[in-house]
């Protein structure tokens, strides 16, 4: 038997051949937790609720191949579930459960109403941007901590030699050291 694993904003689920749902996994804690844990995937980690479910769906249920539309998330879950790991891209049971996942979610009573399924979704999808703009960001910022650091040691290091050239030089021609200033101008 195989079943085909489908990641969402709301959960994850497994599905038989037919495409009907024979496990799920739905995200709790709200449309910031989700987008947490969707980042995680969509990173290529597999989050330990996604792992403990595909784990206790292996015991109930027998299946010998596990495929997923997802590589990230199927590569992160290699080694670590007792089955077979397949990537299928498309993956038609895929796309089509995709596609009627607000009817689904109102079937099975996650959201009261459509509009509320598109609100999450949206909301997710607002955490998600945020925060793969915060992770540039702080990408942006290491770059810049980093080049006023290197600038810092820069001027460090030639405030160190000009002093060690000024005390060598005033041992010879000690005058010069109250006529210049300057270290580039003492230095020439």
Partial sequence: MQLYIVDSPIGIFALNDAGEIVGKSLFKGGSA????????INKGEAPEEVTNFLRGLAKRRKFKKLIFD??????????RIAAEIHVQRPCPAASK????????ALKLKVFKSEVEFEDFVRDV?????????????????AFAIQAARALDDLDKTLNL??????????????ELNGLIESHEAYLK
Avoid at 97 to 104: D, H, M, N, P, Q
Avoid at 161 to 174: Q, V
């Fill in 97 to 104: 459960f995709r596609r009627k996942l607000a009817s689904t």
């Fill in 161 to 174: 030699f000009s002093g060690r050239i000024r005390e060598w030089y005033g041992l010879i021609f000690p």
């Fill in 125 to 141: 999808s607002l955490q998600l941007a945020s925060l793969s703009v915060r992770e540039a960001a702080a990408k942006r910022d």
């Fill in 70 to 79: 997802n590589p990230k998330l199927a590569g992160a879950l290699e080694g």
């Fill in 33 to 40: 937790e989700a987008a947490k844990l969707v980042a995680k």
